[in-house]
C-alpha cells in the first residue's frame, strides 16, 4: 500500500519536532512514587532506602497527621490498608500508631516496618542530598499543617530540596503564596484547568493526559513550568513520554525506568 504524501510529511514532521524538542534538554528526572512502591513497602524508611539504593535521586510521600499533633508519611487516611492498625490517623497517638507493622502486609522480609515521620524522611533527604516530593493529601482534615510542614523544612534549611504538590489547589496556592521560594507542583488526574496557581514551578497530571493532549507539555514549557506524570511504570510509555518532552516521571519501579535516563 502506497503511504499518502501528506502522511509522508507529516511523519517527517513530526520526527523533526521530536529531534529538535529533545535537544540540549535536561535529563529526565524519575520520581521513586511512595519512596518506591514496587520495591518495598510504600511510604516506609524501607521504600526510601530502596529507592535511592536503586538510584532515584527524586522521592515522593504521602503526609498525614496523628490527634497529637505529629505529621506522618502514610498515603490513606485510614490505617487499615498498609498496615495492622484500625481507624483514622487524625484520631489516633504518635505512640500507638509508632507500635504498629507497615511492612508485612507487603512481605514477611519487611515485618516491622514502621510508619515514619516526616521529620525522618525530611532528614533522610538531607543526608544524600535528595529531594523530596511531599503530597498534601486532605490538608482540610488537618488545619495548620502547612505552617507546621514549612516549619521543618525551614529548621532543616530543606528548602531547596522539597516540592510541595496537592489536589487541593486552593490549599496550594495560599501555601506558595506564604513561601514563594518553595517548589510547588497542582495535581490533575486528567487535563488542567485555569491557571490556578501563579508562579508553580510544576504541572503534575496522570500519564495519559500527556498523551491524550502532547501540546500540554509545550503549553506548560511555554509557561515556565515543568511536567510531572504519574505513575508508569512501563519503560516503552516512559520513552513516548519522554520522545514528547515530559520533565518528570514518577514510578512505583524506578529500578526499570532510571535505566532509560
Do not use: C
Amino acid at each position: 500500500m502506497k503511504i499518502p504524501r501528506w502522511l509522508q510529511w507529516l511523519v517527517f514532521g513530526v520526527v523533526i519536532y521530536l529531534v529538535r524538542l529533545n535537544q540540549n534538554r535536561q535529563p529526565m528526572i524519575v520520581v521513586g512514587h511512595r519512596g518506591g512502591a514496587g520495591l518495598a513497602p510504600e511510604n516506609t524508611m524501607a521504600s526510601l532506602r530502596n529507592g535511592y539504593a536503586v538510584g532515584a535521586r527524586w522521592l515522593e510521600v504521602d503526609v498525614q497527621r496523628t490527634i497529637d499533633g505529629t505529621i506522618v508519611v502514610l498515603h490513606d487516611n485510614e490505617l487499615e490498608r498498609t498496615s495492622n492498625g484500625v481507624g483514622h490517623v487524625k484520631d489516633i497517638a504518635y505512640a500507638d500508631l509508632a507500635k504498629l507493622d507497615a511492612g508485612s502486609w507487603y512481605g514477611d522480609e519487611f515485618a516491622g516496618e514502621r510508619i515514619p515521620t516526616l521529620t525522618e524522611a525530611l532528614d533522610f533527604i538531607q543526608e544524600h542530598e535528595l529531594t523530596l516530593v511531599i503530597e498534601m493529601k486532605d490538608p482540610n482534615l488537618y488545619p495548620g499543617i502547612g505552617e507546621e510542614m514549612l516549619r521543618m523544612i525551614r529548621d532543616r534549611h530543606a528548602e531547596h530540596n522539597v516540592v510541595i504538590i496537592s489536589f487541593d489547589l486552593d490549599w496550594l496556592r495560599a501555601f506558595h503564596e506564604t513561601a514563594p521560594d518553595l517548589r510547588v507542583g497542582g495535581l490533575w488526574t486528567w487535563m488542567p484547568t485555569a491557571d490556578t496557581i501563579p508562579n508553580a514551578q510544576f504541572v503534575d497530571v496522570e500519564w495519559r493526559a500527556a498523551l491524550y493532549d502532547p501540546t500540554l507539555v509545550w503549553r506548560a514549557h511555554h509557561s515556565g513550568r515543568q511536567v510531572i506524570v504519574w505513575t508508569v511504570n512501563e519503560p516503552w510509555i516512559a520513552r513516548i513520554l519522554y520522545l514528547i518532552g515530559v520533565d518528570v516521571i514518577t514510578t512505583d519501579r524506578p529500578d526499570l525506568i532510571l535505566p532509560l535516563v
